[in-house]
């Protein structure tokens, strides 16, 4: 079988055990919609600072709600030392990577989808964004390749749920900043060319950060 | 290292060597398993038997010395030695949320296994667990889990089989049932190397047997050679240190 088929066998069994235990979807979009609910009280969604704030708002619902998600996915892997069996399968461990990062992402960019109209519908924006789709879609990427690496990282010590956003958040910094730029000025009613500089960001990092996660993951798996 | 002649020994480690920073688990095990072969590891906790086996099935790089599986280089040549490869140990690797049939069918997918769902039945027959087929694995037995794990082990036919104290934390009725379907195993041309803390099973199972204290193998002998009356003496014997 091919790399992608065994990758996909990896994302299947993922979802497959998501869909019994929903532990990542229910927890994580309950953080994450509270993030928002908490935020509207705070700020009021009419005033001219929305383009500022509302983007930061969104953002930092994604991130912590992603953390919350990345270190489940691997905690899964932790139960019945299951990560000892997938190391076991005669295949390279860059389908082990890619596998897990497809899980993450799913997950994540799922918990996205429900999360944005809300954000839109309680801050008083229009619902058809389709340039904010594309900013959470690549800036999603690049969160959860980076972070796919870091949660089996941190899976591996004792406190992880500590150690993920400590190792991890640091990394993923320069996507955060692009992105909650990229959302103001979609937000603000700006235009194509006003958003590229930031877009373009993303994008690098995400091609930067797919390939070094690829190429380290087999020693973060290892030792 | 050089590769060794595959016809001559399914497992053989020279001199090999495992350390933790400071930690030495293994301190240059010499070690040989003829095809078919069963070996029987015993020693006291902190003896390096499973670093051994994490070694040996490719989950850990070794620290030095080297370690050929039917001639293989584990440092060479992974993916090769794993396919010929079945892991037991006392954690299942087992996906709590999935029936027996879907840890099968995933584990089988990576194995590149033919005819999938046949082999499944057939390995799940194997373990007398056709009945539980569409249950979770989270509610199943800790008896049960342990089987479907053996289930998984074999699911590729491996040639050569490492357990790491398979009967760990079974009930004596859970013991019985692993122990008929570990001799199944065991039967055949199948070379396996299992550590256990039970001395008169692992007698029982193993035609050599080894004694691994400190990271070196302080016996070794064939089970014809040893005295089973004795067993306890002679692992107390050499395992003095710890054991008083």
């Known amino acids: 079988m091919s790399f992608a088929t065994k990758a996909s066998a990896i994302l299947w069994?993922?979802?497959?055990?998501?869909?019994?235990?929903?532990?990542?979807?229910?927890?994580v979009l309950v953080f994450g919609l509270l993030v928002l609910v908490v935020f509207n009280f705070a700020f009021d969604?009419?005033?001219?600072?929305m383009a500022i704030v509302g983007a930061g708002i969104l953002w930092v619902a994604f991130t912590f709600a992603g953390v919350l998600s990345l270190n489940r996915s691997f905690a899964m892997e932790k139960e019945n030392s299951c990560i000892d069996g997938l190391m076991l399968c005669p295949v390279d461990r860059q389908v082990l990577y890619w596998g897990k990062l497809a899980g993450c992402f799913t997950f994540m960019f799922l918990v996205e989808i429900i999360i944005t109209p809300v954000f839109l519908v309680l801050f008083n924006q229009s619902l058809w964004m389709p340039r904010l789709g594309l900013v959470v879609l690549l800036a999603t990427v690049g969160f959860a390749a980076?972070?796919?690496?870091?949660?089996a990282l941190a899976a591996n010590t004792k406190a992880r749920d500590i150690m993920l956003p400590i190792l991890f958040l640091p990394m993923i910094v320069p996507v955060i900043i692009a992105a909650v730029e990229a959302t103001g000025i979609v937000l603000d009613g700006g235009t194509w060319s006003d958003m590229a500089t930031w877009l373009w960001i993303i994008l690098a990092f995400d091609v930067i950060f797919l390939a070094v996660s690829a190429l380290v993951f087999e020693f973060v798996l290892e030792e | 290292m050089e590769q060794e002649n595959p016809s001559s020994w399914a497992i053989r480690c020279e001199g090999l060597k495992k350390?933790?920073?400071?930690?030495?688990?293994?301190?240059?095990?010499?070690l040989t398993v003829a095809r078919g072969e069963c070996l029987a590891v015993f020693g006291p906790n902190g003896a390096g038997k499973t670093t051994l086996i994490k070694v040996l099935c490719t989950m850990s790089r070794p620290s030095g010395g080297g370690a050929w599986i039917d001639g293989l280089?584990?440092?060479?040549?992974?993916?090769?030695?794993r396919r010929k490869l079945g892991v037991v140990s006392h954690a299942t690797f087992l996906y709590g949320n999935l029936t027996p049939a879907?840890?099968?069918?995933f584990y089988g997918k990576m194995y590149d296994v033919p005819n999938l769902e046949n082999r499944i039945e057939e390995v799940l027959d194997q373990v007398h667990l056709r009945s539980r087929i569409h249950d979770r694995v989270s509610t199943l037995s800790r008896g049960m889990q342990q089987r479907v794990a053996i289930a998984r082990s074999i699911i590729h036919n491996p040639s050569i089989m490492l357990m790491d104290e398979p009967e760990t934390g079974l009930d004596p009725h859970a013991t019985i049932m692993m122990r008929d379907i570990l001799d199944s195993i065991n039967s055949g041309d199948r070379t396996v190397v299992v550590t256990t803390h039970d001395l008169g099973r692992g007698l029982?199972?193993?035609?050599?047997?080894?004694?691994?204290?400190?990271?070196?193998?302080?016996?070794?002998?064939?089970?014809?050679?040893?005295?089973?009356?004795?067993?306890?003496?002679?692992?107390?014997?050499?395992?003095?240190a710890v054991v008083r």
């Open chain 2, 73 to 81: 280089d584990i440092r060479k040549a992974p993916n090769e030695i």
């Open chain 2, 204 to 240: 029982e199972l193993g035609d050599r047997m080894a004694i691994l204290h400190k990271g070196r193998v302080v016996f070794e002998a064939p089970k014809a050679e040893i005295d089973a009356g004795r067993i306890h003496e002679l692992y107390d014997e050499h395992t003095r």
């Open chain 1, 146 to 151: 980076v972070g796919t690496l870091f949660s």
């Open chain 1, 13 to 27: 069994k993922d979802v497959l055990s998501e869909l019994r235990a929903r532990e990542i979807v229910t927890s």
């Open chain 2, 19 to 30: 350390s933790f920073g400071e930690q030495h688990a293994l301190r240059g095990v010499d």
């Open chain 2, 102 to 105: 879907e840890n099968l069918r």
């Open chain 1, 45 to 49: 969604p009419g005033s001219g600072t």
